[in-house]
């Protein structure tokens, strides 16, 4: 998918274009893909607290695993050209982390390759962060929107990140935590 994108994108490069590439690995997503992935969560949830982990499935199902349905489905026209600066550090970030995690014992190449489709999605496409406004995180936190901001309240403690989404995320820290 990167190699893909990397070879269509010129100074004029639109977001219809990236979605085409992203529809086209979504349609490849199976329903045993997403079985996978959900039971990696699920195996991964078993390290969060007790009382965070419920309803961390149910925002990760929610926002994860059924937006690849939305990026399937989506035919919106978008002509607004893409920051190909930023997508080219995007798509390092990615293939950087593919490296790190595919050695890990539990790494789970279904659930990655949907997480790669998702974060390039709601980044590039939609503009939005790639937690959805709402998403819970330990302390009660949440990613929130106001004005048309994002805010998140995990960016800052995830900018070095390797294995984070955080640097091309387009939600900024949430000052209030």
Same mark, same amino acid.
């Given at each position: 998918?990167?190699?893909?994108?990397?070879?269509?994108?010129?100074?004029?490069?639109?977001?219809?274009?990236?979605?085409?590439?992203?529809?086209?690995?979504?349609?490849?997503?199976?329903? *045993?893909?997403?079985?996978?992935?959900? !039971?990696?969560?699920?195996? @991964?949830?078993?390290?969060? %607290?007790?009382?965070?982990? #419920? &309803?961390?499935?149910?925002?990760?199902?929610?926002?994860?695993?059924?937006?690849?349905?939305?990026?399937?489905?989506?035919?919106?026209?978008?002509? *607004?050209?893409?920051?190909?600066?930023? !997508?080219?550090?995007?798509? @390092?970030?990615?293939?950087? %982390?593919?490296?790190?995690? #595919? &050695?890990?014992?539990?790494?789970?190449?279904?659930?990655?390759?949907?997480?790669?489709?998702?974060?390039?999605?709601?980044?590039?496409?939609?503009?939005?962060?790639?937690?959805?406004?709402?998403?819970?995180?330990?302390?009660?936190?949440?990613?929130?929107?106001?004005?048309?901001?994002?805010?998140?309240?995990?960016?800052?403690?995830?900018?070095?990140?390797?294995?984070?989404?955080?640097?091309?995320?387009?939600?900024?820290?949430?000052?209030?935590?």
């Amino acid at each position: 998918m990167e190699n893909r994108i990397r070879t269509i994108v010129s100074g004029k490069t639109t977001k219809s274009e990236i979605l085409l590439i992203l529809k086209d690995e979504a349609r490849k997503v199976s329903l *045993d893909h997403i079985m996978k992935s959900f !039971l990696y969560l699920r195996r @991964d949830a078993q390290y969060i %607290q007790k009382g965070y982990r #419920e &309803e961390y499935l149910k925002i990760y199902t929610k926002g994860f695993l059924l937006r690849i349905k939305e990026v399937k489905e989506d035919q919106t026209y978008y002509p *607004d050209v893409v920051d190909l600066e930023e !997508l080219e550090t995007a798509i @390092d970030l990615l293939e950087e %982390q593919w490296k790190m995690v #595919e &050695e890990l014992e539990e790494f789970e190449p279904a659930f990655f390759h949907i997480y790669k489709i998702i974060s390039l999605y709601t980044t590039f496409i939609l503009e939005e962060p790639v937690h959805q406004v709402g998403t819970l995180f330990p302390g009660g936190f949440r990613v929130k929107e106001d004005k048309g901001a994002y805010y998140c309240p995990v960016k800052k403690n995830n900018e070095n990140n390797p294995r984070a989404v955080c640097p091309f995320c387009i939600a900024e820290q949430d000052e209030d935590v």
